[in-house]
C-alpha cells in the first residue's frame, strides 16, 4: 500500500517512481521517485 500511495503522489505532481533489482548481488530492490525536472534532464 505505501508503494502505491507514494506512485499515487508521485503522479499527481508530474514524476514518476522507478524500480530496479540490486545488481551489487544483495537482496531487494531500489525504488526512486522522480521528478519532472529530473526526467526532463532539468537542474535548478
Partial sequence: M???????IA???GGTI??????DGMKG???AM???QQKSGKTS
Fill in 34 to 36: 522522480l521528478t519532472n
Fill in 2 to 8: 505505501g508503494l502505491y500511495l507514494s506512485k499515487k
Fill in 29 to 31: 530492490s531500489t525504488f
Fill in 18 to 23: 522507478v524500480a530496479e533489482c540490486n545488481k
Fill in 11 to 13: 503522479e499527481a505532481h
